[in-house]
């Protein structure tokens, strides 16, 4: 990863410096920076460039390290010129004897692009689904005994379609159910994750379970929906969406009307539209009306530009992202385009 990171940003200046005169290094800009334990890619890249997310595209291939995307605590990072154009490189921690051979770098141990703990339930357990999966998913019939409420290691009964085949199903709640501002239509339906069962035997549509994690009190008609096997990323690389997307701030994840920095909130737009993990958009708030003294009348003012979000789970029709930059609170019905 540390690798990654000089490369990343020493391509992405390659490629920004394509696009304008000079690269846009911030000001205040260091020399150096060694990596400590906490860092992360995006943190590094904010304190050299102006625009962190385009620190994939300035890769710089550095041959003394396989992997670029592999940082870790104690690597340093360097801002040089080469041919009167800003590079970054990475000095690896000790002193690496070279030969001839296939080379490895363990992950274990290398900084993450953002901090995995901001994110780390929406990729495990959070989900979104139609409304008609949610209606036609098995649900919570019955504890032992008749009990109404049910915690781990606890057995319970089950009614609906166990046709798959799947031994594992996680229980959840339903929650808010999303539309699109714009168009009124349904975009999906949260789905509250409250614990994980196992099926022990099943008897016709009645199938009996085993409670193996909750994290709140499994009660009656909460629904079963099968285990979704996901691969947990450890990093991303930032990237400008491959299409145009306009898009808008639909929730904030809590219930809140209002996002910081490191809040998740989620968006209108996802796979239809073309999003993936790493794209990164821009937050824009709607400009004021003001009166116009000198012809009269009333004028929108632009839009401004207040913070940056990076999409890191995407659904058919709506994505999740984590707030990166916000220059002041963000609001629903903020909008969210191409940086």
């Not at 943190?43 to 003394?64: C, G, K, R």
């Amino acid at each position: 990863m540390k690798k990654v990171l000089l490369g990343l940003l020493a391509a992405s200046f390659v490629t920004f410096y394509a696009w304008a005169d000079e690269v846009a290094l911030n000001p205040d800009h260091p020399d150096r920076h060694v990596v400590v334990k906490g860092d992360t890619l995006w943190d590094i890249s904010e304190t050299f460039l102006q625009s962190p997310w385009l620190w994939p595209e300035i890769w710089h291939v550095n041959p003394q390290i396989a992997n670029p995307h592999l940082i870790y605590p104690g690597d340093v990072i360097k801002l040089i010129y080469l041919d009167g154009k800003p590079r970054l490189t990475v000095e690896r921690a000790g002193v690496v004897k070279l030969s001839p051979k296939i080379r490895t770098s363990p992950n274990d141990g290398a900084i993450t692009t953002i901090p995995l703990d901001a994110i780390a339930n929406f990729l495990t357990r959070s989900r979104i689904v139609t409304p008609d999966e949610m209606d036609a998913s098995p649900y919570v019939l019955a504890g032992e005994e008749k009990r109404l409420i049910m915690g781990a290691n606890d057995e319970l009964y089950a009614r609906g379609d166990f046709s798959e085949g799947t031994q594992a199903y996680g229980v959840y709640r339903p929650g808010e159910t999303y539309s699109d501002p714009d168009t009124g239509e349904v975009l999906g339906l949260q789905a509250l994750s409250i614990g994980a069962t196992r099926l022990k035997t099943l008897d016709g549509d009645v199938a009996t379970m085993l409670v193996k994690r909750a994290s709140e009190e499994i009660r009656i008609e909460d629904r079963l929906l099968p285990h979704e096997e996901r691969a947990i990323a450890s990093n991303y690389v930032p990237s400008a969406p491959s299409s145009e997307v306009e898009g808008l701030i639909v929730a904030v994840e809590g219930g809140r009307n209002n996002a910081g920095k490191m809040d998740v909130i989620i968006i209108n737009k996802g796979e239809r539209e073309g999003l993936e993990s790493g794209n990164v958009l821009a937050i824009y708030q709607k400009g004021e009306v003001v009166v116009d003294r000198v012809k009269g009348g009333e004028v929108t003012l632009p839009d401004t530009h207040v913070g940056l979000a990076m999409i890191f789970r995407t659904f058919d029709k709506l994505s999740y992202a984590l707030v990166l930059e916000a220059d002041k609170p963000l609001d629903l019905l903020d909008k969210v385009r191409n940086p």
